[in-house]
């Protein structure tokens, strides 16, 4: 294996600190070096140093652990196979969790511009307990609260760096009694605590379920930590209702690509349509589903910055390199296609495309 030499202890993480961020031991990160699924670097002190390259083949192995194979010790499927097979999962708590600043950035402006269209008609009783799942970094949180002002809310993410983004937003929004905790949905209810089962009046999930390999144990597991009577209320997106002009096979073949990507790694991009079998699977009741459809033309100039600029087409441009990475397109034909997608934005374009929400009782 060849070895790279670094030429500053401050270039990339040090084994130490990579493992502790990632739970690994540096006895399995030692290893996985060993079999060539990740080539640090090294300081002129011969100290490793782990840049953006390897962090990412080193997601992908963490995924393939996770998925239960036994790498660099199964003839059948050698490790590069197995790393290009994992490659369209990365891209996922990139896009997903909103880790990335211009992920922030880009969830925060896609609040603005669709609050109204989201949350119209959503407001929970004073006093009432309300449990946000998968806050992220609180673009839809400070909402919740500022429509729901007496009552108590309690907002998760199983990400931490997530959290903190999601806290100083409610903090700059004057709204410091929100209740953030670290916490995965498929470990819910917990056996006591705050967020034990029966806990909640009404719980909100808001695009969470696109990105869950199994939503109906995800609706299940809600469905538990609801009072008798409690309601949920989910809103999901569904990139398969994109439609503007002019058309662009281009455009709409970067669409699939991020479709495809999003499958590949688990979830489900065309969510939207299926809310209201989910919510029936997972035994609500009372169940009512709305389509909530975004339509830009030429006289709605704030929603055509606000929504194709940088909420819709900025997050099909962020995949860029995964779906590169899996040869699911060329450099040209995606870049035409964002392209494309930016043209809608212009005085004589249209764009449309439909969100849903769903609402049900237990």
């Known amino acids: 294996m060849s070895v790279h030499h670094a030429t500053d202890d401050a270039l990339g993480w040090s084994v130490g600190d990579l493992a502790r961020a990632t739970g690994l031991s540096q006895r399995v990160l030692r ?5 060539g699924l990740v080539a640090p670097s090294r300081t002129t002190a ?15 192995a963490m995924a393939l652990r996770q998925a239960g194979l036994r790498l660099g010790q ?11 097979v994992i490659e369209t999962m990365t891209m996922f708590d990139q896009y997903v969790h909103g880790y990335r600043t211009e992920e922030s950035s880009r969830l925060h402006d896609q609040a603005g511009t669709l609050q109204e269209l989201l949350h119209a008609g959503t407001a929970f009783p004073a006093g009432s307990a309300v449990l946000e799942v ?8 400070v909402t919740l609260a500022d429509r729901s002002p007496s009552a108590w809310l309690t907002a998760i993410d199983r990400s931490s760096d997530s959290l903190n983004a999601a806290r100083e937003r409610a903090r700059d929004a004057g709204l410091p009694d929100i209740s953030f905790t670290q ?7 917990h056996s006591d605590g705050p967020l034990a089962a029966s806990t909640f009046d009404h719980v909100f999930v808001c695009f969470l379920l696109e ?13 538990a930590m609801l009072k008798p009577g409690g309601t949920i209320t989910v809103i999901e997106g569904d990139h398969g209702s994109a439609y503007f002009h002019p058309d662009s096979a281009a455009a709409r073949e970067a669409i699939a690509c991020q479709v495809t990507l999003q499958r590949n790694a688990g979830g489900d991009a065309l969510i939207g349509r299926q809310l209201y079998p989910l919510l029936t699977e997972a035994g609500y009741h009372d169940i009512t589903v709305s389509p909530r459809l975004v339509y830009v033309d030429g006289g709605r100039p704030e ?3 606000g929504f194709i600029r940088k909420t819709f087409t900025a997050m099909i441009e962020g995949i860029r ?4 990475a899996a040869a699911l397109t060329t450099p040209g034909r995606f870049d035409t296609g964002i392209a494309d997608l930016l043209r809608t934005a212009e005085p004589d374009g249209i764009f449309c495309y439909t969100f849903f929400k769903g609402t049900a009782a237990i």
């Open 303 to 305: 929603l055509a910055d």
């Open 321 to 324: 390199q995964p779906a590169l």
């Open 183 to 189: 916490a995965d949905v498929y470990t819910l209810p």
């Open 31 to 35: 290893h996985w070096e060993q079999i």
């Open 211 to 223: 990105h869950l390999p199994r939503p109906v144990e995800a609706l299940q597991r809600l469905r």
């Open 74 to 84: 199964d003839p059948v499927h050698p490790t590069e196979l197995l790393m290009k």
């Open 46 to 60: 011969g100290h490793r140093r782990y840049g953006p390259a390897e962090i990412t083949r080193l997601y992908r």
């Open 134 to 141: 998968g806050c992220g970094v609180g673009a839809q949180t």
